[in-house]
């Protein structure tokens, strides 16, 4: 595995890759989610192709008084999990190359980042195509694979790479869970003992949500006050957003709409987010 931190010298070893690169980008902290796309990573570049993979922890994407400072950092850890995993390319780049000083330019995606997350976090998804573009010019990859934990990420992702033409094919990657339900998340470390053991009952939520429809619940107003009221019984949590909408547009349902139900809850001081498809239409 090559690890690489200036842009320069992974623009150099991009170009000249013969096979596919395909790249997973990452804060870091590697967990078994990240480890999963870059296996399926793995598995699109085939034998021929690169696997690349970026871990910066991108200043741009928070806001004032959120985590930027305490998110876990452990660079020894996640290099030698991706050298086990099989990747090629490993682009670890420093904040001040990626942002000079006097850096003045951001790419701005204006219809679907402004719902659920976008409506909390102002300037978070501005932050992520940045970043995701800048990565994106650096590397030049064939396909970029991106978790479905982030379902609106992935959503913003798509219609940046549209809408600016960038000759990339996104693949979105299941999300990847503990074994009693949680969602893995670098955040998770944040959770205390109770909150951790609390945490689970977030997806059990979202499940029983899906059994509803699945038993004919077709009223979403009375799902979604079903969804609040349970979320809101966890101990110590504030509730962000609990929204059913469409999962491409994310705007109410209309009749041919796939459905997604994505919440987000403060659990003490730690922000989760998870999400879960719902067979259901306006
Ligand atoms: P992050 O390091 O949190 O920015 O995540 C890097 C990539 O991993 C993003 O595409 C995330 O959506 C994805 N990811 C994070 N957690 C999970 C998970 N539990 N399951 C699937 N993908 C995930």
Redesign the pocket.
Known sequence: MKTLSSIASVRTWCSTQRGKIVF???????????L??IRHARSLAGSTGRVAVSIFVNPTQFAPGEDFKKYPRDAKRDASLCREAGVDLLFTPEAAKMYPADASTRIEENLVSQPLCGAQRPGHFSGVCTIVAKLFLILRPDIA??????WQ??VVLRRMVRDLNFPIRLVG?????EADGL?????NRYLSSTERAAAPEIFATLKAAKKRVSDGEKNIPALRRFVISRLKKIPNVKLDYAEIVDAESLQPLNKASRAILAVAVKLGKTRLIDNIKLPLRA
């Open positions: 997973v980008p990452t804060m870091g902290a590697l967990h078994a989610g990240h999963a796309l694979v991106f978790g479905e934990k982030d990420q992935l990657h299941p999300i990847v869970r969602a893995l998340s670098s955040r």
